[in-house]
């Protein structure tokens, strides 16, 4: 889906559900009332309005991720040339004239491949992709529609069923049955996995060889869904540079790098990931707050997503994040939860390791 139908479905499900959405909107502060359990919020709006609310749940939508991943290097500031963060980035177009330009990007995750692709498309003289550790890769024509056959397509099953079919399922058990898809998967991107070893780009398949879900569920990072760049690093027309140990500093034109290979750079664009939504929690509720929330995606002991969709380590807080399908699932789970928690029958795990329970018996 194109992503300008999907911002048109976003703004008519609210207008047809009667969502009070407000967009543009700064949450100001915030404080929680211990004994009675309820947070004081400030919001001061896009027209400038402020408003105050008195609300018993906060829920932390605000993505996947959380602040960018900014190293800074050893004579960055001796640097003559431009270099930001992919967060930054809208379109290499508004560099200008790129056809002499030496264009290195540093990452080699979906940022780092659109980047990459976006630079090249610009007419970029000559774009390097740095790469520190491997990537899995499956093509968005010939490996994605693979890991859902059979589900959330014309003739499938209803929405509902294949949600419940692919929520039910363990994580343990959904990665072992990843791994015979991953190698399913392999072999129908051959020969573009081919082409990009011969490249020299690194690839890995991740923990057990179990691909792409482990990787999005424990990092959320580490791989690339092709959809074009895959092809030009096997032409050559975006080349790629391995270097284990990363940037060892700057110089005025360019990059040394840990082994002592110079790169020549006019830009530098980080593709270096995000840290996670805790990092967002600190920025908008203090660390007071964030302090007593437990770890945010990966997994815990028992195989369970850490206090994603479930209890965060603070009362009355919870995270909300996910793809669409995640969140359409465990919408409702978290909804369930908050209504539990209004009628005290939700029990808080004694450890954040713990899986939260309902209380069957206050039914």
């Not at 047809?16 to 407000?22: D, G």
């Not at 437990?294 to 997994?299: E, H, S, T």
């Amino acid at each position: 889906m194109a992503k300008d139908k999907l911002a048109d479905w976003l703004e008519s499900y609210s207008t047809l559900m009667e969502l009070n959405v407000w967009c543009g909107a700064e949450l100001r502060d915030s404080s929680f009332d211990e004994r009675h359990r309820t947070w004081t919020v400030t919001v001061k709006r896009a027209d400038g309005v402020t408003r105050h609310f008195k609300v018993k749940h906060v829920i932390l939508a605000t993505g996947n991720t959380g602040d960018a991943i900014i190293p800074q290097f050893p004579g960055q500031t001796g640097y003559r040339g431009v270099v930001y963060h992919a967060s930054q980035h809208t379109d290499a177009s508004i560099h200008g004239d790129l056809s002499h330009k030496n264009i290195v990007v540093v990452g080699s995750g979906n940022s780092a491949h659109d980047l990459c692709q976006n630079f090249h498309e610009c007419g970029a003289g000559s774009v390097t992709m740095l790469q520190r550790g491997g990537t899995y890769v499956l093509t968005a024509s010939g490996g994605m529609p693979m890991l859902h056959t059979g589900s959330y397509e014309e003739g499938g099953p209803p929405t509902e069923d294949c949600d419940l079919v692919g929520q039910s399922m363990p994580n343990a058990v959904q990665f072992a049955l990843n791994v015979h898809g991953t190698k399913a998967i392999s072999a129908v991107d051959e020969e573009t996995l081919t082409g990009l070893a011969r490249a020299g780009f690194q690839l890995d398949y991740g923990e057990d060889r179990s691909g792409i879900y482990r990787k999005y569920i424990t990092r959320g990072g580490g791989y690339y869904i092709d959809v074009g760049c895959s092809q030009l690093i096997i032409d050559g027309k975006v080349k790629v540079k391995v270097s284990r140990q990363g940037v060892r500093r700057f110089v005025p034109h360019g990059l040394v790098l840990a082994e002592g290979t110079e790169l020549a750079a006019d830009i530098v664009v980080l593709a270096t990931g995000y840290e996670t939504m805790h990092s967002t929690a600190r920025k908008i509720f203090g660390s007071k707050v964030s302090s007593r929330l437990g770890k945010v995606w990966d997994l815990d002991a028992e195989g369970e997503v850490n206090s994603m969709w479930r209890y965060s380590g603070h009362p009355n807080f919870w995270f909300m994040g996910g793809n669409l399908a995640q969140c359409r699932s465990y919408s409702k789970l978290l909804a369930l939860a908050i209504k539990a928690s209004e009628l005290g029958i939700y029990e808080r795990p004694e450890r954040l390791t713990d899986i939260a329970v309902f209380n069957s018996s206050g039914y």
